[in-house]
């Protein structure tokens, strides 16, 4: 049997959040089960304590909790479905399946420094801005690539406690994503044991069909991933339109901590309440259990007076 296994800090309070949606589907299921990552103390819905070891635990936490929660759970005797080498090889992805667009990682800000003033990144200084992210995820922005060699702008940074003087640094070349009337043109891809299992745009509670074409380019990107051996099965695949019409890679994120969009869901598993609701809206599953009791949350056409955008990303 799976379980989901969810910690804190995920919802929030918040009786819409995907991940408390997840949650409450899971208990329907009967396979949720809470970690208290600091104490190592796993509990099932009820709060009893609850014995992982030799159990398959798919673990649903933040990004900055995906290694003390894996190791946790690995202690105490856990197959967590995501390890902690999984998600280094993830963070990495676009050494596996290079994008369309140049990329390229950094080990620290002073490496980055060094590398600019021996001209050797001529990609970046050949163009005005450049993409700049840690690979933990506390900083992204598109920066002038002057900036990148100067002082000030570094000790700003650091300032705003945005990123440490040993965070990894991602560099890739701007892109301009198309629009349309629901926002940017990307979409959420869940890929469970290297197989597409729902895809969604970066939308929450409206209803929505996706291209054949955005779920061919990601079935092929799929196997592509799948060809590498040392690449994990289980991922979500992040897709954008560029202004030319080609689709693109925008990240790869481990599983463990990466939210769902409407159309997503982390669930193999249909329960039969839901299915007249699945085949009526074709959203998550968690949603979809979700609408028997909030119906009015979830729309299938456009109503220009409500905001479908997931701010929480």
């Known amino acids: 049997m799976l379980y989901y296994c969810f910690t804190d800090g995920l919802w929030n309070g918040n009786a819409e959040d995907d991940a408390w949606l997840a949650w409450e589907y899971a208990k329907a299921l009967h396979c949720a089960l809470f970690l208290d990552v600091e104490t190592g103390r796993v509990t099932d819905a009820c709060g009893n304590p609850f014995s ?3 159990q398959h635990i798919f673990l649903r936490t933040t990004s900055d909790r995906q290694f003390s929660a894996i190791a946790a759970i690995r202690r105490s005797g856990g ?3 995501e390890t902690a080498e ?20 950094v080990g620290s ?9 021996d001209r050797c990144l001529p990609w970046v200084q050949s163009n005005d801005e450049v993409f700049l992210k840690t690979t933990r995820k506390s900083f992204s922005q598109v920066v002038s690539t002057r900036e990148l060699i100067k002082g000030p702008f570094w000790r700003r940074i650091f300032d705003l406690q945005k990123i440490i003087s040993t965070d990894e640094l991602i560099l890739s070349s701007p ?4 629009r349309d009337f629901l926002g940017t043109r990307e979409w959420r891809v869940m890929v469970l044991n290297r197989k597409r299992r729902n895809e969604s745009r970066y939308i929450h509670t409206l209803a929505h069909q996706i291209p054949s074409g955005v779920k061919e380019e990601a079935d092929r990107i799929i196997r592509q991933f799948g060809a590498v051996k040392r690449f994990p099965g289980s991922y979500a695949l992040d897709l954008m339109e560029l202004d030319d019409g080609k689709i693109d890679i925008v990240e790869v994120n481990p599983i463990s901590s990466a939210m769902c969009y409407v159309n997503n869901s982390i669930f193999e598993e249909e329960l039969e309440i839901i299915h007249d609701k699945h085949t009526e809206l074709g959203i998550g599953y968690e949603f979809c259990y979700d609408a028997l009791a909030h119906q009015e949350r979830y729309h299938k056409k456009i109503n220009p007076l409500f905001d479908y955008t997931y701010y929480r990303d």
């Open 52 to 54: 992982v070891s030799g």
């Open 79 to 81: 197959k967590t479905i």
């Open 86 to 105: 999984d998600i280094g090889q993830i963070k990495h992805w676009f050494s596996f399946v290079p994008p369309q667009r140049n990329i390229c990682c």
């Open 109 to 117: 800000y002073r490496e980055l420094i060094r590398l600019l003033r």
């Open 175 to 178: 892109v301009t994503i198309r």
